[in-house]
């Protein structure tokens, strides 16, 4: 599955004449199947429309989303879409939440019951099938979250931030398993962070948009073969690279005031 955007730009309404939000400008993009892509940039640069543009929950102002050269509007089964809230059905257990989609689809009850069970047992969640949202930690409740979304068998996987509200471990061990599962499956994902380090682990490449209105500054390849070492010079010099971007379109903005330099005094 080949995913293009062309084109695309988003401008949402202000409050009076004149007052437009630009969220996107000129977002052209080509991501081949089985890709995993990062998307990083700053507050407000419109990475969390792009995405929501991608699953149809927004529709672009300008330009085109296509899928295998077809054009996706309203939505996909295609795409599935992992949000950083985890968003479970607090009165379901995990093996009901996980099984949703596919309720809602119209699955029978046994049919969608043993797949859900596979989910759980793939993603390490056995034991705690009958819990509830709030009898998990975090960590469980997103792979919760990421089971819902893949027991749909998108084709492409979006996700918002998903570790983005866990603790430095559990967010290392998540990220581990979303390779784990991403290998066995070959999605394409494009996994929207703020974290570059995160970044540089997961993807096979980085997409830099600049501040709002978000245009692709940068798309940068990570050759590093995976496993990767998260603190070895390879990442460190591809983490440089990306913040370096990141700092140069921070300055280039509107705006910016630099601190005025202060004299030695000896």
Not at 104 to 114: E, I, N
């Amino acid at each position: 599955m080949v995913l293009e955007l062309k084109g695309l730009g988003k401008t949402f309404p202000g409050q009076g004449p004149g007052q437009e939000v630009r969220a996107l400008e000129n977002i052209d993009l080509a991501l081949a199947p089985g890709r995993f892509l990062c998307l990083v940039g700053p507050s407000g640069c419109g990475k969390t429309t792009l995405l929501r543009i991608i699953a149809g929950l927004e529709r672009a102002s300008r330009g085109q989303v296509l899928l295998d050269g077809r054009p996706l509007e309203g939505g996909s089964p295609a795409v599935g879409l992992v949000f950083q809230e985890y968003a479970l059905f607090p009165w379901r257990t995990t093996v009901e939440n996980i099984e949703a989609g596919l309720e809602f689809k119209g699955v029978d009850a046994r049919t969608r019951r043993q797949a859900a069970l596979r989910y759980v047992r793939a993603f390490g969640l056995e034991g705690f099938e009958h819990r509830y949202p709030r009898e998990l930690s975090g960590g469980m409740q997103q792979r919760v979250a990421i089971a819902r979304t893949l027991i749909m068998e998108p084709r492409l996987v979006l996700m918002d931030e998903p570790f983005g509200s866990l603790d430095s471990q559990t967010r290392s061990e998540l990220q581990n398993f979303l390779l784990d599962i991403w290998r066995s499956r070959n999605d394409t994902v494009i996994f929207v962070t703020h974290n570059v380090e995160e970044a540089v682990f997961l993807g096979d490449e980085i997409v830099v948009l600049s501040p709002r209105p978000g245009t692709i500054r940068a798309r940068i390849a990570i050759e590093t073969p995976r496993p990767r070492d998260r603190t070895g010079p390879e990442s460190n010099r591809y983490r440089r690279q990306v913040l370096d971007i990141l700092e140069q379109e921070r300055r280039s903005g509107p705006g910016f005031s630099p601190l005025p330099v202060q004299e030695e005094v000896s």
